[in-house]
């Protein structure tokens, strides 16, 4: 079964509004996550780095305030897109590490988030 | 910025039939993980295999396989005997940042149709 949790797994929201997609790790305790965004028939694109307790570190480019990232508790990070314009309509996928020594990354299912 | 290059935008392969993805990358990192992950048209991520840059054997796991060279910073996933359900977008995937936080970066990926 699925260790991390995303959701919605998809959303139409109104240019103008907010949306908020939870990432969370149910089988273990996630100190970093990351946040991906996925354009169609591109490559996922690193985000952002959240960090519980601590602010998000943003990859060049990303605007902070318009993607607001909340890393509250060690298995839940939030991802919110203020003011939501169509050209943020994409794929937003979250990832975390076990961190007892598993190599592997594990992913939510991704939200498919549309602007009309 | 780390720069991962999978040529191949496109594959066929006949069912039941060997086929090879490349991927090669760039890194400073001496320590590293280099991973492979498959992308069904449903948007999830399926982790495929992994490999330590210190490990000595090219990893592998079950029909999927790793030609890792390191000097070369190559690592070539080979899928033996193809099935219809192999059909997916597969992207190569290092690590990259402080040990802990790594984040995976991702390659522009190859679309590998199995053919009947």
């Known amino acids: 079964g699925a260790v991390v949790s995303q959701h919605p797994s998809r959303v139409i929201c109104k240019s103008g509004t907010s949306v908020k997609i939870e990432c969370r790790s149910l089988d273990f305790q996630a100190t970093t996550m990351f946040w991906y965004r996925q354009f169609p028939k591109q490559s996922l694109m690193l985000m952002a780095t959240s960090n519980e307790g601590s602010k998000a570190t943003y990859e060049q480019g990303v605007e902070k305030d318009k993607f607001l990232i909340n890393h509250a508790s060690l298995t839940l990070s939030t991802l919110t897109v203020t003011s939501a314009h169509p050209e943020d309509s994409s794929f937003y996928i979250c990832?975390?590490?076990?961190?007892?020594?598993?190599?592997?990354?594990?992913f939510g299912q991704g939200t498919r988030l549309t602007v009309v | 910025a780390q720069k991962i290059t999978q040529t191949q935008p496109g594959m066929f392969v006949q069912e039941k039939e060997a086929v090879t993805l490349d991927c090669t990358y760039d890194t400073s990192d001496q320590s590293y993980g280099l991973f492979w992950y498959k992308q069904p048209s449903s948007g999830e991520m399926i982790f495929l295999i992994y490999q330590g840059s210190y490990d000595e054997q090219n990893a592998t796991e079950g029909r999927y396989s790793l030609n890792f060279q390191k000097a070369r910073k190559s690592a070539n996933l080979v899928i033996s005997a193809s099935q219809l359900g192999d059909s997916a977008m597969y992207f190569c995937a290092p690590e990259r940042g402080d040990t802990g936080r790594r984040a995976l970066t991702f390659g522009s990926g190859t679309r590998l149709q199995v053919q009947p």
């Open positions: 990832s975390a590490k076990d961190p007892r020594g598993n190599t592997e990354a594990f």
